[in-house]
């Protein structure tokens, strides 16, 4: 990410001697960098050559003397059953593995590449026992993490190797780092929140499912001995390298560019342009959206209560999809009367909407918020007459949205508002929170605080982490540790300064200073150790990487002098 803003900072690729600065306020004017070698309109590159993916390694079988056991006896597997079967053990201490959607999703996919005697005999997944293969894999994480400093490097090497092969492109004559140049490997899907999917089988990734894009003139990457590609392509009116559809949702994955590539910086410049002619008619829109709110037309109504809520809320607008296909999860346009509960007071509040659905990959989004009294009316109305599974905004759609939001401003989306107050609500805390005066660490945990502010607004959540716990306990063992030195070195310089009154000798005298420098340093120290924890302890649920890479404006950090750079 620092090295992305690096680059967007100072506009230029990471590894170039030349860059061309940028202008540095949210409000401010164009920038000359993305502004060379203009291309015709659509056209993002004119060579791309590249390596294509790196895929995953195959699967290596157990060791013999490591088994699987069924009903209490041992049971050999073929290859594939026990591929998939070492995919549930690894997660046995997860608490993915105690939720009965994801043990069937798992046991149904698993079944279906059982072979046939298999399936016979291995009905119920309760007489399972995966122990055996995961304590193996337990056993030989801690052998890796126990290797000597030379096999790390070994390994290390091993590592670069494949990055420098595969993990650089050229394009437009220059070596750009490539973003995720490995395939995901096979595994068990996750998802995010109480996703319906989680537990189901993810397949490997094969050439024969990868689409790869090059320039026609290029070396076209060649594929694993064996195999072809499913399609060779050279467009390049988009930026991806190559791509594959997933199983699980039959979404298309792609191979990017790195945030600190020229094309990425260009389009999130370019995001954070549209963010920036929003600031200039914001003001506009929300007025006219407030008259809406009193039009005779209903879908007028419905319409600016809507944008009201991506505005205020930052919500997203939500798409149409097909019934079945994914979780039951909705957007602003697509809320149901049982998603919202109005109350007159509440809290000391008037008008509270509350607000209870599935969001985005499954999030939960819950929020009590005060609105405008002629919002909170329409909404009674809205509501009225309707079932807990009507639409809210029933004669609404997000192509409606969409389109109006188009007439209000060219380019201008959902997403948009999302950009332009993820990025106002940064400026505002940063302004807000930090101080001239603060140490370093003291700086950086502000601004984490500001871009948490941000994550809050966009409802990135996550799940605390599982080693949160044990994480923290290591380090107030460090924090305790170092209060001891503190103390210690606050003894010894009261001793220095009692030995110097004593004797006025200069030796004694610059022992003094000695030990003065030597408690600040303790002093410094343990302020970091305390701000640290702080900041691990307030971020343990939120997450704070999507809002940073892709909503905040970095130009506002560097105008508000914040000392993330420092640290690039």
């Known amino acids: ?76 597997l073929s290859l594939a059953t026990e591929e998939i079967a070492t995919f549930y053990a690894k997660m046995l201490d997860h608490e993915y593995t105690t939720k009965e959607i994801f043990q069937n999703n798992f046991f149904n996919d698993w079944r279906k590449e059982m072979t046939s005697a298999e399936r016979n005999i291995i009905k119920d997944l309760d007489k399972c026992d995966f122990t055996e293969i995961h304590k193996y894999f337990v056993d030989k994480n801690e052998a890796r993490k126990a290797l000597p400093k030379e096999e790390k490097q070994k390994l290390k090497e091993e590592a670069d190797k494949i990055q420098e092969e595969y993990g650089y492109c050229i394009l437009d004559g220059h070596r750009e780092k490539i973003g995720n140049f490995k395939t995901e490997p ?73 945030p600190s590539s020229k094309l990425k910086g260009q389009k999130d410049w370019e995001k954070y342009e549209v963010a920036r002619r929003l600031k200039d008619v914001v003001h506009k829109i929300r007025a006219q959206y407030r008259m809406d709110w009193k039009s005779k037309e209903m879908k007028e109504r419905q319409r600016a209560v809507a944008l009201y809520f991506i505005d205020k809320l930052a919500l997203r607008a939500g798409n149409e999809k097909e019934e079945g296909e994914t979780a039951d999860t909705v957007g602003c346009c697509s809320l149901r009367v049982e998603h919202i509960r109005l109350h007159p007071e509440l809290d000391g509040q008037k008008h509270v909407v509350e607000f209870d659905f599935l969001g985005k990959d499954s999030i939960r989004y819950y929020n009590k918020v005060s609105v405008e009294e002629p919002v909170f009316k329409n909404l009674k109305r809205f509501m009225k007459n309707k079932d807990p599974a009507d639409e809210l905004f029933d004669r609404l759609k997000t192509s409606i949205l969409n389109k109006h939001l188009q007439n209000l401003m060219d380019g201008l989306t959902a997403k948009v508002f999302r950009t332009y107050n993820a990025s106002i609500t940064l400026q505002e805390q940063l302004k807000a929170l930090t101080n001239s005066e603060d140490s370093v660490a003291e700086k950086l945990l502000s601004y984490n605080r500001a871009n948490r502010a941000v994550a809050i607004l966009c409802n990135h959540q996550r799940s605390t982490p599982k080693t949160h716990e044990k994480s923290m306990q290591n380090l107030q063992a460090k924090i305790n540790a170092k209060k001891q030195q503190v103390e210690e070195a606050q003894e010894e310089l009261k001793k220095a300064e009692d030995e110097f009154n004593d004797t006025k000798d200069a030796k004694a005298g610059a022992n003094v200073e000695k030990k003065k420098k030597k408690l600040k340093q303790l002093e410094e120290q343990l302020s970091k150790l305390n701000v640290q924890a702080t900041d691990k302890e307030e971020n343990k649920q939120i997450a704070l990487g ?23």
């Open 1 to 76: 990410m620092y090295r992305h803003l690096t680059s967007l900072l100072l506009g230029r690729r990471v590894h170039q001697p030349q860059f061309t600065p940028v202008c540095l306020r949210f409000g401010s004017g164009g920038c000359g960098r993305w502004e060379e070698e203009k291309k015709e309109d659509g056209i993002k590159w004119i060579q791309l050559e590249h390596r294509g993916p790196y895929f995953a390694p195959l699967y290596e079988p157990l060791p013999e003397d490591v088994q699987f056991y069924y009903n209490g006896k041992p049971m050999k």
């Open 546 to 568: 999507t809002s940073k890479l892709n909503y905040l404006d970095p130009r506002i950090t560097v105008a508000c002098k914040c000392p993330v750079l420092l640290h690039l």
């Open 186 to 258: 096979p595994g068990l899907f996750r998802g995010r929140g109480d996703h319906p999917k989680m537990g189901m089988l993810k397949k490997r990734i094969m050439p024969e499912d990868v689409i790869i894009n090059c320039s026609k003139d290029s070396k076209i990457p060649e594929p694993p001995q064996g195999h072809k590609w499913k399609e060779v392509r050279c467009d390049n009116t988009v930026t991806w390298l190559a791509s594959w559809t997933e199983n699980i949702q039959h979404t298309l994955k792609y191979i990017m560019l790195n």
